[in-house]
């Protein structure tokens, strides 16, 4: 079965606005979960590292003051996209790191589209 | 800076046929490499290859790694249309346990 979740699975909003997508591992305690993004027909692009307790660590080009990530306990991880635009609209999924066995589980994924 | 480049980018094929799926990397120094499948939603794991030279197989999928040619490929033998998705190649950072993905290809199995 699943091992993280995403909510909401989709939303639309207009722009402007923020929006809060939530990122919950089910069975894990994962201390590190990535944020992706995915435009149409490309691939997943990292946005950044998750840290429980700790800042988040963004990748080249991200905006953190427009990507806020919480990761407030060791099963979830929030990413607010502030003040939203059309050119935003994405595809957003979380993972997170088993270092039991290496691998990388991803969520399912939020279609955001911002109008 | 580190590029994972897959191709062909796109493939239509029929039922029963078999294919071959290319990732070539210029990545410094990595972990491992990794085949996800996606499909409507977020990618499913198939594979983790760490030694060149060692296949790794499931059912009808089967990857192989040459770290001296730096290249992967992924294979699939008798396919079918449950295939069709998009097939991304990943490679883990030695350091961290960042994931930089290929451009993917998109398979399309016909009846």
């Known amino acids: 079965g699943a091992v993280v979740s995403q909510h909401p699975s989709w939303v639309i909003c207009k722009s402007g606005t923020s929006v809060k997508i939530e990122c919950r591992s089910l069975d894990f305690q994962a201390t590190t979960m990535f944020w992706y993004r995915q435009f149409p027909k490309q691939s997943l692009m990292l946005m950044a590292t998750s840290n429980e307790g700790s800042k988040a660590t963004y990748e080249q080009g991200v905006e953190k003051d427009k990507f806020l990530i919480n990761h407030a306990s060791l099963t979830l991880s929030t990413l607010t996209v502030t003040s939203a635009h059309p050119e935003d609209s994405s595809f957003y999924i979380c993972?997170?790191?088993?270092?039991?066995?290496?691998?990388?589980?991803f969520g399912p994924g939020t279609r955001l589209t911002v109008l | 800076e580190d590029k994972v480049v897959q191709s062909p980018l796109s493939l239509v094929v029929h039922e029963g046929d078999t294919v071959t799926l290319n990732c070539s990397y210029e990545?410094?120094?990595?972990?491992?490499l990794l085949w996800y499948k996606q499909e409507k939603k977020a990618p499913t794991f198939l594979f983790m290859l760490t030694s060149s030279g060692i296949e790794k197989k499931s059912g009808r999928l089967s990857s192989i790694l040459d770290k001296k040619e730096l290249f992967s490929i992924l294979n699939i033998t008798a396919t079918q249309t449950g295939d069709s998705a998009v097939y991304l190649c990943?490679?883990?950072?030695?350091?961290?346990?960042?994931?930089?993905f290929g451009t993917g290809t998109r398979l399309q199995v016909f009846p």
């Open positions: 990545v410094t120094n990595f972990r491992s």
């Open positions: 990943a490679l883990k950072s030695y350091n961290t346990d960042k994931l930089i």
């Open positions: 993972s997170e790191q088993r270092t039991s066995n290496n691998e990388q589980f």
